[in-house]
């Protein structure tokens, strides 16, 4: 069973960085797209940022665009998603996910197949 581990959440302050990385568990597991999903206090998943699998198409959510980056190492079965200029609205449980049929970059959940459970960002005012 493959599963996805997020790293490098915490408390940044408002206009500090931070940066998220996602590891897949298993050597054999070839994600195609890669996102990164988040859900703050109160409200629904919504998408921030995607990445085919080759890297040359990314989505990014308007509220994000400008800011935030988004990478891939298919070597070591990463993404990392670069959070700049935060700001306390971006506070949220961060996901990511992957796809095993998708190739361009998606903001669909239903794109993807497999989730980390999830890591905290809080951005500080």
């Known amino acids: 069973q493959v599963q996805l581990v997020e790293s490098g959440g915490g408390v940044v302050q408002a206009g500090g960085s931070l940066r998220l990385s996602c590891a897949a568990s298993?050597?054999?597991?070839?994600?195609?797209?890669r996102a990164w999903f988040r859900q703050a206090p109160g409200k629904g998943i919504e998408s921030v940022a995607a990445?085919?699998?080759?890297?040359?198409?990314?989505y990014f959510a308007d509220s994000v665009k400008g800011r935030f980056t988004i990478s891939r190492d298919n070597d070591k079965k990463m993404v990392c998603l670069k959070l700049n200029s935060a700001k306390p609205v971006n506070t949220a449980i961060y996901y990511c996910?992957?796809?095993?049929?998708?190739?361009?970059?998606?903001?669909?959940?239903?794109?993807?197949?497999?989730w980390g459970q999830g890591i905290q960002v809080t951005v500080s005012s």
């Open positions: 996910a992957s796809s095993q049929t998708t190739i361009r970059a998606s903001g669909r959940s239903r794109a993807y197949d497999y």
């Open positions: 990445i085919s699998w080759m890297g040359s198409n990314i």
């Open positions: 298993e050597r054999s597991f070839t994600p195609l797209a």
